[in-house]
């Protein structure tokens, strides 16, 4: 590819982040390329109704969500390929970024590419997902006031999301798969203490029940290998989430767990001058379509400035250079 080819920026993932950030630069005139990955819209195309996000007083389905960002970006002249990035190549500039044989040469770079819930695998957990079946208590816990629920999971964010859940169920039952917590000493306390919280121990879900919507798992005690069915409307899984940073191991500093690091969390900054994080894929925390937005702003803002002080920098350089001697 020519180095006139080479674009401002390229942004990695079409989410609530990348979208934003593709809203934002395009305004700047950076002229951004998208590229969208096979999961076009993120997280949220797989959801129903969105109830959280600012400025749709009644909720809005996750995909017309989605769908409004990418026309917003568009409108403004981002260009969006539903394409996957194979490769990637941070460690001299201009970055390079592969979709299978096509290279993409770009002075500065946007990853926004996410993260996944874990899911079981079990039969039912797929058709019943949006009807029961959940793996974010703050999105979806609301729907369920009322109702019983199942949280299945023992680490910190299943204790986090039973404790929340509590608020608006009638009973939450915990199903782990063994007969200790692996949360906080805190997170476990806060959700012994709580009467509506129950335990299910040394048991794994194998199938999620319903007609129509969700009515119950079948669980399985691993130790006897005697199998139960609880009635419920709603099973929030909690088993964890995978950062999608596989693409960039080696080339950008990741955490244990696979996030990309922040060396200035204040910024959208990665270890890598030129290349920015916004989402998901920096964010372990909140995981909100909200906070991912925000943050594809500041990638955007980031990315745009640094740009500017490069552009500066090489003009700053010409006229050294044709300064009369
Ligand atoms: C079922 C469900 C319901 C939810 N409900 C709500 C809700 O009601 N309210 C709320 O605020 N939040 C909700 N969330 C959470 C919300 O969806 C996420 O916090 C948000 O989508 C994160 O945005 P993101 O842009 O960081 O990443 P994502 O939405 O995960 O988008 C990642 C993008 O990266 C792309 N990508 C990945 N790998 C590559 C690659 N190799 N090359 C190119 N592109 C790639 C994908 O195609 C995708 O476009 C829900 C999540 C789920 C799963």
Same mark, same amino acid.
């Given at each position: 590819?020519? +180095?006139?080819?080479?674009?401002?920026?390229?942004?990695?993932?079409?989410?609530?982040?990348?979208?934003?950030?593709?809203?934002?630069?395009?305004?700047?005139?950076?002229?951004?390329?998208?590229?969208?990955? $096979? /999961?076009?819209?993120? *997280?949220?195309?797989?959801?129903?109704?969105?109830?959280?996000?600012?400025?749709?007083?009644?909720?809005?389905?996750?995909?017309?969500?989605?769908?409004?960002?990418?026309?917003?970006? +568009?409108?403004?002249?981002?260009?969006?390929?539903?394409?996957?990035?194979?490769?990637?190549?941070?460690?001299?500039?201009?970055?390079?970024?592969?979709?299978?044989?096509?290279?993409?040469?770009?002075?500065?770079?946007?990853?926004?590419?996410?993260?996944?819930? @874990?899911?079981?695998?079990?039969?039912?957990?797929?058709?019943?997902?949006?009807?029961?079946?959940?793996?974010?208590?703050?999105?979806?816990?609301?729907?369920? @006031?009322?109702?019983?629920?199942?949280?299945? $999971? %023992? $680490?910190?964010?299943?204790?986090? /999301?039973?404790?929340?859940?509590?608020?608006?169920?009638?009973?939450?039952?915990?199903?782990?798969?063994?007969?200790?917590?692996?949360?906080?000493?805190?997170?476990?306390?806060?959700?012994?203490?709580?009467?509506?919280?129950?335990?299910?121990?040394?048991?794994?879900?194998?199938?999620?029940? %319903?007609?129509?919507?969700?009515?119950?798992?079948?669980?399985?005690?691993?130790?006897?290998?005697?199998?139960?069915?609880?009635?419920?409307?709603?099973?929030?899984?909690?088993?964890?989430? *995978?950062?999608?940073?596989?693409?960039?191991?080696? *080339?950008?500093?990741?955490?244990?767990?696979?996030?990309?690091?922040?060396?200035?969390?204040?910024?959208?900054?990665?270890?890598? +001058?030129?290349?920015?994080?916004?989402?998901?894929?920096?964010?372990?925390?909140?995981?909100?379509?909200?906070?991912?937005?925000?943050?594809?702003?500041?990638?955007?803002?980031?990315?745009?400035?640094?740009?500017?002080?490069?552009? +500066?920098?090489?003009?700053? /350089?010409?006229?050294?250079?044709?300064?009369?001697?």
């Amino acid at each position: 590819m020519a +180095e006139n080819n080479t674009r401002e920026l390229i942004i990695i993932g079409s989410g609530p982040a990348g979208y934003t950030a593709a809203i934002y630069a395009a305004r700047a005139e950076l002229k951004p390329l998208v590229l969208a990955g $096979g /999961e076009m819209g993120g *997280q949220l195309m797989i959801t129903t109704d969105v109830e959280n996000y600012p400025g749709f007083p009644d909720g809005i389905l996750g995909p017309q969500l989605m769908d409004a960002f990418r026309a917003q970006a +568009e409108r403004f002249g981002a260009e969006v390929i539903p394409v996957d990035v194979t490769r990637v190549d941070f460690s001299s500039r201009p970055f390079r970024v592969w979709t299978g044989s096509e290279e993409y040469r770009a002075r500065s770079v946007i990853v926004s590419t996410g993260a996944s819930a @874990k899911w079981l695998g079990v039969p039912g957990e797929v058709e019943y997902r949006g009807r029961g079946v959940s793996a974010c208590a703050t999105c979806d816990g609301f729907f369920f @006031k009322g109702k019983r629920v199942v949280v299945v $999971g %023992g $680490g910190d964010v299943a204790m986090e /999301e039973a404790t929340f859940l509590s608020r608006f169920a009638t009973s939450v039952t915990v199903v782990h798969r063994r007969d200790q917590l692996r949360a906080s000493k805190s997170m476990q306390q806060r959700a012994f203490n709580d009467p509506k919280i129950s335990f299910v121990w040394d048991s794994v879900v194998e199938e999620i029940l %319903g007609e129509g919507t969700v009515t119950g798992v079948r669980v399985r005690n691993v130790n006897t290998g005697e199998t139960d069915v609880i009635e419920t409307d709603g099973v929030f899984i909690a088993i964890g989430h *995978q950062p999608n940073t596989e693409l960039f191991k080696g *080339q950008l500093e990741l955490d244990a767990k696979g996030y990309v690091v922040m060396p200035n969390p204040e910024t959208a900054e990665t270890n890598v +001058e030129g290349v920015f994080a916004a989402g998901d894929v920096r964010d372990h925390r909140y995981r909100q379509a909200v906070t991912a937005a925000g943050d594809g702003c500041k990638a955007a803002m980031d990315a745009e400035r640094w740009l500017e002080e490069q552009g +500066e920098a090489v003009n700053l /350089e010409a006229e050294v250079y044709s300064f009369p001697r």
